[in-house]
């Protein structure tokens, strides 16, 4: 089983920028892609970013030109940096890790809060 664990979370103004970093671990594995969705109270879940193991990256329309996506293949982690945060940025962002191909097992993080206030 693979272990992922999500780290930088935190509270920001608007305006302001944050890095999340997502690490998968545990015994060979080979991933497919790795991506980030977020959740607030009363909503459900969303996709923000993700990308292939080959570098292809995809963003939701609401964090285009404000979010970017990149890896650290060696490392299998995957980060998210945020810029320009919002208020309705505010949410609970999870790691989401696919194996193998697109139809593989998938692996799920515990969450980081990210909230966004002044």
């Known amino acids: 089983q693979v272990q992922v664990v999500e780290s930088g979370g935190g509270s920001v103004q608007p305006g302001g920028s944050l890095r999340l970093s997502c690490a998968a671990s545990?015994?060979?594995?080979?991933?497919?892609?790795m991506g980030w969705y977020r959740q607030a109270p009363g909503k459900e879940r969303d996709m923000v970013a993700h990308i292939t193991s080959g570098g292809r990256t995809t963003y939701a329309d609401s964090v285009k030109g404000r979010f970017t996506i990149f890896r650290d293949k060696a490392k299998n982690t995957v980060y998210l940096q945020m810029n320009s945060l919002q208020p309705e940025d505010t949410a609970v962002y999870s790691c989401?890790?696919?194996?193998?191909?697109?139809?593989?097992?998938?692996?799920w993080g515990q969450g980081t809060q990210v909230t966004v206030s002044s």
């Open positions: 989401n890790l696919r194996l193998g191909t697109p139809w593989g097992p998938e692996y």
């Open positions: 545990g015994r060979s594995f080979s991933i497919y892609a």
